[in-house]
């Protein structure tokens, strides 16, 4: 079992940054394939990023490559989401995922364990 739990969510204007961090707990976290997913209200969730279990690999969304970077650090058992150039279509409950996996995925039915999510909202 890997416990997740998401932080760094917030109201930003657009053009704004944040940056997301979840924390793992339970397992060995460097097993871990770690990925980003988002939920706009009335959508469904989609892959935003993910991370290779040693930082090496990464892959985007097209929507998010060049504003979203992807980062962990396995010595704090946390995986990062930096955010810049919010747009308003950006504003979704943001969720982290852990996939038992060697090969990055984007595919969500592959990730094993989920946080609770974190709100992000971007004003026009």
């Known amino acids: 079992q890997v416990q997740l739990v998401e932080s760094g969510g917030g109201l930003v204007q657009a053009g704004g940054s944040l940056r997301l961090s979840c924390a793992a707990s339970?397992?060995?976290?460097?097993?871990?394939?770690m990925g980003w997913f988002r939920q706009a209200p009335g959508k469904e969730r989609e892959f935003v990023a993910a991370?290779?279990?040693?930082?090496?690999?990464?892959k985007y969304a097209d929507s998010v490559k060049g504003r979203f970077t992807i980062s962990r650090d396995n010595a704090k058992n946390t995986v990062y989401l930096q955010m810049n150039s919010l747009e308003p279509e950006d504003t979704a409950v943001y969720y982290c995922?852990?996939?038992?996996?060697?090969?990055?995925?984007?595919?969500?039915?592959?990730?094993?364990?989920w946080g609770q999510g974190t709100q992000v909202t971007v004003s026009s």
């Open positions: 995922a852990a996939d038992v996996a060697v090969v990055v995925t984007t595919l969500q039915y592959e990730y094993d364990y």
């Open positions: 339970g397992r060995i976290f460097s097993w871990y394939v």
């Open positions: 991370i290779s279990r040693s930082g090496g690999s990464t």
